[in-house]
């Protein structure tokens, strides 16, 4: 039997931290704004009368001419209104949707207008078998626990830590008791009222775009990954037409005194770091050729030459960005980059998250358009004896066609 799914999309916020009158939730993005793109990602997983969106009522205006973006607005019912904090704004919400009696719910935040139809889905299918399941991204920098005059407690093992994103889902009944039940207790998300009643919540696979954009810089990242999707909904109605090319990468390094290689922007301990003009990034280096390549732009040395020394030092995520930005102004996307780094030491497979993060971060793509992968030589080689790391890459790039 088909589920009945309903949404609660949060928007009753200021958006104080933005630093603008116009709370950002109503900012244009694409076209269109933010909340218009989350009513949109939604409509095609549940009917639109099931859509529940949580504002504030003093932003009625703003509101209005937000919705004239979204195709199915007559639908969608007559938004209800925010508490003074966001677990109360939730609680407005889910009573509004229990008389329609949805059986599963999900909650997302308005600021999160990446949101994609892969994570939506792989949430509902989490939830076939759990009561509750939350898009999690790996955490990719190093984390410190200080004092209260910024000293250094410990470091905090990555291994297990998790970035949660929205829409976080929910069996109906039980978020909404659980809402119910700790109401005035804020808590910091949904899901930690499930944790706190002892019930299981699982993480599925979350999207970098669908970071929230809490701050100015958070909505340049955002207009770069917002473009991909609407050359997606363009593709889906036959225009325009594209080709799609393929392009490889190979670059070298040797290794040099020190004790840690950069390796897809992650700092990985070793005996030894990476000799280069710049820091040496033999991964991200690699996936610049590819990409270029791709777009028959030469190779990175040509974009950023080692005789000049603006760049002796630099980190390399300049010159992989430089390259997803050649392929925009073209018009293009990356539908996906594969990475095999080459050596026998340091052991890449337990950075490999952190690195797949990183990359998808620079080129502004979902996590899992990107692969990193690790082989040796069998001690065969340069490679084997340890004398420094290979890489090879393949990159998939789509072109409107002229």
Not at 82 to 105: C, E, F, H, I, M
Request: aromatic fraction near 4%.
């Amino acid at each position: 039997m088909t589920q009945k799914i309903g949404v609660v999309i949060v928007a009753a916020g200021s958006g104080s931290r933005f630093g603008d009158p116009l709370p950002k939730q109503y900012h244009q993005l694409g076209g269109k704004s933010l909340l218009a793109h989350c009513v949109d990602c939604f409509v095609g997983h549940t009917s639109a009368d099931l859509i529940q969106i949580v504002y504030n009522p003093i932003h009625q205006d703003w509101y209005e001419d937000a919705m004239p973006e979204v195709a199915c607005k007559t639908d969608i019912p007559i938004p209800v209104n925010g508490g003074q904090t966001r677990q109360q704004s939730v609680l407005n919400g889910l009573r509004a949707l229990a008389g329609k009696s949805p059986d599963v719910v999900l909650i997302h935040d308005a600021a999160r207008p990446g949101i994609s139809d892969a994570v939506i889905s792989r949430v509902l299918h989490a939830l076939e078998t759990h009561a509750g399941a939350i898009p999690t991204l790996p955490v990719a920098d190093t984390i410190k626990q200080t004092d209260e005059n910024n000293i250094i407690l410990r470091t905090i093992s990555r291994d297990s830590l998790r970035r949660a994103q929205t829409p976080q889902g929910f069996i109906f009944k039980t978020i909404l008791d659980a809402h119910s039940q700790f109401e005035g207790q804020e808590q910091t998300d949904d899901a930690s009222l499930l944790e706190q009643l002892g019930l299981d919540v699982v993480c599925v696979e979350g999207a970098t775009a669908n970071d929230k954009i809490t701050l100015r810089d958070d909505f340049g990242r955002a207009q770069n990954w917002i473009a991909p999707t609407e050359m997606k909904k363009m593709e889906d109605t036959a225009m325009p037409q594209e080709e799609y090319r393929a392009g490889t990468g190979f670059d070298v390094h040797r290794f040099a005194p020190g004790d840690h290689c950069i390796l897809c922007g992650v700092k990985v301990p070793h005996t030894a770091r990476l000799e280069g003009h710049s820091d040496a990034d033999v991964g991200l280096h690699t996936l610049t050729d590819a990409i270029l390549g791709a777009i028959g732009a030469g190779d990175i040395g040509q974009h950023f030459p080692p005789s000049d020394m603006k760049w002796k030092g630099a980190a390399s995520d300049i010159f992989l960005k430089h390259a997803a930005d050649l392929v925009r102004q073209r018009g293009g996307r990356i539908v996906n980059v594969d990475l095999t780094l080459i050596c026998e030491r340091p052991k890449i497979g337990p950075h490999t998250s952190a690195m797949r993060q990183k990359v998808a971060e620079i080129l502004a793509i979902d996590i899992d358009r990107v692969n990193v992968k690790a082989t040796t030589t069998e001690k065969l080689g340069f490679t084997g004896r340890e004398e420094g790391i290979a890489a090879q890459a393949a990159a998939s790039i789509a072109l409107p066609v002229a």
